[in-house]
Each structure stands twice: as C-alpha cells, then as structure tokens.
C-alpha cells in the first residue's frame, strides 16, 4: 500500500465540524483530522456523516443498520463496526447509550 500524503485544507472547502478537530467537507465528501485526510471505508464514511449530522442526538442501532447494511443487523457486528471506526478515529467523542445506540459529543 502507498503512502499517503495529508492534503491541506484551503478556504473553499465546505465543512462541518465536530469537537476534537474532525471535519467533514460536504462538497467533496472527504474527512478530515484537522488538516490531515482521514481514509475511510465507503460505510465508515457514512456511518460517521451521520453522526456529525446528528450530533448531540443518540443514533439508534437500528438507524446504523439501516445506514450501513439497509437491513437489520447482528448487534455484535453493529458493535463491531463501532469498534474499527473507534479505532480508525481515538479522538472521536463517540459513546455508547445503553440498549439504544450511540451520540457523537
């Protein structure tokens, strides 16, 4: 796999922004850690949209299998693919709501 160089962002990016430096440019639909790009799978891509599009507001398991898989899923690959979207993103203020999913802060 190549290394990939950061892009620097310039003053006509279009994005919305969460806590902790994380940007989402809605033209372009690229992810960003400050001026760093984030590469995301297709679904991880959609599944954190979603959140900074409902920031502050629990996203029900079912709202996240219907975003990722358009049917319902397993609770433990819902979980799952929380997990590798923690990982991919440690600063991201994500947590879980007990029994009901999760909210972005």
């Not at 850690?33 to 954190?48: A, R, W």
């Not at 819902?78 to 600063?91: A, E, N, Q």
């Amino acid at each position: 796999m190549a290394l990939l160089t950061p892009k620097i962002l310039t003053e006509k990016d279009h994005r919305t922004k969460a806590e902790n430096g994380f940007s989402i440019d809605l033209k372009s639909n690229k992810f960003y850690h400050y001026t760093e790009e984030i590469f995301l799978s297709e679904k991880l891509h959609h599944l954190i949209k979603y959140f900074m599009q409902n920031k502050g507001n629990c996203v029900s398991y079912e709202e996240i299998s219907h975003i990722l898989f358009e049917e319902t899923q397993n609770i433990n690959t819902l979980r799952s693919t929380i997990h590798r979207l923690k990982v991919k993103l440690p600063h991201l203020d994500l947590h879980s709501v007990s029994k009901r999913g999760y909210v972005l802060y």
